[in-house]
């Protein structure tokens, strides 16, 4: 009787310790996958990683990823946000008004006529919110595009073309990290709304501009 009772003791004894061991296993696992959902924006920066190999490369759908750490437009305040925003805005449309009267064809040509339609809309869009806010918005290009305007009227043809692409690129690279900082510091719902629905139009010119362009993508 002894005897045969030792072994079902020992027996059950190795299976609560496996139990235990179990366990502990699946608290881990668990405890790794919760702090990664609580960690502020590791859900995001590991899918945009994901998407696009790094930061800064093009994402699967053909939109070209910005970089929150990257040069960006001054945005140290809601306000100062919302008018680099309208400037961007502005230069875009601008610069693709020129494209056109200038009688850009193919791939730039499509280039304006999408950067004046989604930029107007943008821009439409945050004067509503700007309204709400008492910040008016600047209806120009800034300084720096104001300065290039002269040089880029005197272009014409296939140069004029390129380094209109070529801008394309280097102001959607900088609006999108632009967006993407100021998402990550901002307390303002309305603007982080704003930014939700505008910066996939903003990557998708970004990746437009360097596909036709014919930048390394």
């Known amino acids: 009787m002894k005897r045969s009772f030792l072994p079902l003791l020992a ?22 996958d919760s702090n990664m959902a609580n960690t502020p924006g590791a859900s ?3 899918a945009a990683t994901a998407m696009s190999g790094d930061s800064s490369g093009p994402a699967s759908s053909g939109t070209a990823m910005g970089d929150a750490n990257g040069p960006t437009a001054p945005h140290a305040t809601d306000k100062q946000f919302m008018e680099s925003a309208a400037h961007s805005d502005q230069n875009e449309i601008q610069q693709s008004k020129m494209a056109l009267a200038k009688g850009v064809t193919g791939m730039a040509k499509d280039m304006a006529n999408k950067m004046i339609a989604d930029h107007t809309k943008s821009t439409a869009d945050l004067k509503m919110i700007a309204a709400r806010k008492g910040v008016t918005l600047p209806t ?13 009227e005197k272009l ?13 690129v280097a102001d959607h690279q900088k609006t999108a990290n632009t967006m993407m900082a100021h998402e990550k510091m901002t307390k303002d719902a309305d603007l982080k709304a704003f930014i939700g629905k505008t910066l996939p139009v903003v990557q998708q010119h970004l990746g437009m501009a360097q596909k036709d362009s014919g930048m390394k993508m």
Request: charged content about 25%.
């Open 11 to 32: 027996t059950g004894l190795l299976a609560l310790a496996s139990c235990n061991d179990a366990s502990k296993s699946g608290t881990a696992a668990s405890g790794t």
């Open 44 to 46: 995001a920066d590991t």
């Open 140 to 152: 120009d290009m800034d300084a720096d595009h104001k300065a290039m305007k002269p040089a880029m």
């Open 156 to 168: 014409s043809g296939k140069d004029f073309e390129q380094k209109y692409l070529a801008q394309m």
